[in-house]
């Protein structure tokens, strides 16, 4: 699903394609998920989402991920 170009991987057109479905399924999804709620929820969620994703990529950027055996 992957293609080496360079130091770059990049996604083959069967890679972009299931990308795309993937895409689509999740916009679907959550579309039905926000259906009814208000703008005002929606940019609390939106805002909630981003502080999440700011607080875990820096903390990932900081913090060595070390896989223990079960």
């Known amino acids: ?3 080496q170009a360079g130091d770059e ?3 083959t057109p069967a890679g972009q ?3 795309n479905t ?3 399924a999740y ?6 998920l926000l259906d009814g709620w208000s703008p005002e ?5 939106a805002a909630l989402l981003h502080r999440v994703t700011t ?10 991920f070390i896989s223990t055996p079960a």
């Open 17 to 19: 394609e299931a990308l």
């Open 22 to 24: 993937l895409t689509a």
């Open 9 to 11: 991987l990049q996604l």
């Open 41 to 45: 929820q929606e940019a609390e969620l």
């Open 1 to 3: 699903m992957t293609e």
């Open 55 to 64: 607080n875990l990529l820096s903390e990932a950027s900081t913090t060595e």
């Open 27 to 32: 916009h679907g999804s959550l579309a039905a």
